[in-house]
Each structure stands twice: as C-alpha cells, then as structure tokens.
C-alpha cells in the first residue's frame, strides 16, 4: 500500500489530464485489526440504511422518540432534556 501510486498525468493535446490507476489490486493490510473493523463498519452500515429504509421521516421518528421518552418516564426517574437538545445543537 506504501508503494500505491494512484495515477498519473497525461498530456492531451493542449490540457492535462489525470489517468486512475486501477485498484483492483491484491494488498495486504500491516494491522489485521483493520478487517475486523471494516466488517463492523459495513454491518452498522446496513443498519443505519435498514432504518432508513424503513422510516421515511427520520426528523420525525426522533421528535416523536424524545416526547415518548419524556412522557414515558415515571416520577422515579429523572430526565435531561438538555442532553437530547445538545444532540441537535451543532
């Protein structure tokens, strides 16, 4: 992977143009630790487009989440409204 070189320039005519080096090429990572998190990246991939998927209006599911968690909550319980807005807050 240290030597990949991921194309080169051509001249054409009277511009340069960038050529892609193909990358279906056999490589080997130095830390098979990589693979394993790759796998657990695509799996939560597929998660989060099943939920997409499924919820059309995510902005809604959340809205609708947070006011069942609010509503939900006995007087046992304590919740932070604050932690749920600062999820939004950017």
Do not use: C, H
């Amino acid at each position: 992977m240290k030597n990949f070189i991921a194309g080169e320039y051509r001249q054409q005519r009277e511009y340069k143009s960038f050529t892609p080096s193909l990358v279906n090429r056999y490589f080997v990572w130095e830390n098979p630790q990589i693979n394993i998190l790759m796998a657990r990246a695509m799996q939560l991939l597929g998660e989060l487009n099943a939920y997409a998927e499924l919820i059309p209006d995510v902005d809604f599911f959340i809205q609708m989440t947070i006011t069942k968690e609010i509503t939900g909550y006995s007087r046992n319980r304590f919740f932070v409204l604050e932690k749920y807005l600062n999820l939004f807050r950017s």
